[in-house]
């Protein structure tokens, strides 16, 4: 019975001792997606780097870039593709869903992917970089910039094994492609209805540039939305936004300054301001831009001191508008404030902080009335007697306890006595029944 039994665990112990077999779920790749449906802008620029990093820290198989984008900055388009290139999880740009497009900025981070695939009834192309104010750049800039960007989607596509040909019009016509044409000539790689489908067709398939060997069939898929607080800064950077932040902040202090004590103007001017500047952080500006906003505000300021009948108000104005569009001018693409909303804001805003300047100011020249403000504004009320007026004491009016001077016979606590009269922190009173009847002669002698 030993000797069976011995026998037993010898043949059982290989099977004890080896490792239990890998579940489904562990053999099963893992892809994590992220959508940027957005303009390319540093804000979704450092959500791709992120979400890269991420993806190679979790070991996944690939990482899709759901994308759907009408372009960007340039400078932040080179951060995305300069994070695909250096990636060592592959990365697939899927431009969808229907309706979705890869345009201007988009194309580059297409041709940058490891694999660029479409879903129907989306579109590629327009690529031909314009500055920020949505204008075509100067001849002289304009040809360095075009050449520089023909190069780059060239070079793109011909290292990821694409039509440069096809890529470069892009950039050089602004050619347009649907999926099916994008695919038909070797623009992209792969034509997919749904994301689980493009991933089955493209396992196994080795990547041109990187020479990775894809493994994405029945994959896993795990989807990440910004974060909250990119979402925010992603709304925060819009132009117009940090446009009207930088504009209302100034023209609050500005505001504050001329009419001190109201608070409001102040407070929410100076936390406007402090928005735009994180935003001017965050996105490359014009110094010029900014310096004409502070003048043109500075203009519409001297229009409350100096008689111009409305020529430094306009100069203010045109310098707002002006400073607004150059705020975000930066060659190569993306989106500046649009002229429409900097001439509506400079007129409105600005001709109403010139109108507001110029009513404080006029308020401030007019001499105080002796009868509405200070002490003499006590003259004609009644005050009540808090000690007995021998002829001096102290009466109680308007909130406050002065010392007083009678006129006439004594006057007891708590009786009330007319003010008639002050001498510096001293008023000067007299019995109700004296006022009234003083006041009485007075009339019928009129």
Do not use: C
Request: avoid cysteine; charged fraction near 15%; charge should be negative.
């Amino acid at each position: 019975m030993r000797l069976r039994a011995l026998l037993t665990l010898a043949l059982l112990a290989p099977l004890l001792s080896a490792p239990p077999p890998a579940s489904a779920a562990d053999q099963q790749p893992l892809v994590e997606a992220i959508k940027l449906d957005a303009e390319i802008n540093p804000v979704t620029a450092q959500w791709v780097k992120d979400s890269i990093n991420r993806a190679q820290d979790d070991h996944a198989n690939a990482l899709v870039i759901l994308l759907d984008t009408p372009g960007g900055l340039s400078t932040s388009m080179d951060d995305i593709v300069q994070a695909e290139l250096a990636s060592t999880v592959p990365v697939i740009v899927y431009v969808s869903p229907a309706g979705a497009r890869a345009a201007s900025a988009g194309v580059f981070v297409t041709m940058a992917s490891d694999v660029a695939a479409m879903a129907p009834a989306t579109n590629i192309g327009s690529a031909t970089p314009i500055d920020q104010s949505g204008q075509n750049l100067g001849s002289d800039l304009r040809r360095k910039v075009l050449n520089d960007a023909e190069k780059k989607v060239q070079t793109l596509a011909e290292t990821h094994g694409r039509n440069a040909d096809a890529a470069v019009l892009t950039v050089s016509k602004a050619a347009n492609y649907t999926a099916a044409e994008a695919e038909a000539n070797g623009l992209v790689d792969e034509l997919a209805a749904t994301l689980p489908d493009l991933l089955n067709k493209i396992s196994g398939t080795t990547t041109t540039y990187k020479h990775l060997t894809l493994d994405t069939a029945d994959a896993h898929i795990v989807t990440y939305d910004m974060p909250l607080t990119q979402q925010l800064l992603n709304i925060l950077i819009d132009p117009n936004l940090l446009f009207l932040l930088f504009l209302l902040g100034i023209s609050g202090l500005a505001y504050e300054v001329f009419h001190p004590g109201v608070i409001l103007p102040g407070t929410v001017g100076a936390v406007s301001l402090l928005l735009a500047l994180f935003g001017f952080s965050i996105v490359p500006i014009n110094l010029a831009g900014v310096l004409l906003i502070v003048l043109g505000v500075a203009l519409l300021i001297t229009e409350a001191w100096v008689t111009s009948h409305g020529l430094i108000a306009v100069s203010g104005i045109i310098a707002l508008t002006a400073g607004a569009l150059l705020l975000f001018r930066t060659p190569g693409g993306g989106n500046g404030v649009s002229p429409w909303v900097a001439l509506t804001i400079a007129v409105l805003l600005g001709g109403g902080l010139a109108l507001a300047a110029t009513k404080v100011l006029s308020a401030r020249r007019q001499p105080v009335s002796a009868y509405v403000t200070g002490p003499q504004g006590l003259v004609g009320r009644q005050a009540e007697v808090r000690s007995q007026l021998l002829p001096e004491g102290h009466v109680f009016v308007d909130g406050a306890l002065w010392e007083a001077e009678l006129e006439g016979a004594p006057v007891a606590v708590g009786e009330t006595v007319v003010v008639t009269g002050v001498q510096g922190l001293t008023l000067r009173v007299t019995r109700v029944d004296e006022a009234e009847a003083a006041s009485s002669a007075e009339g019928a002698g009129q």
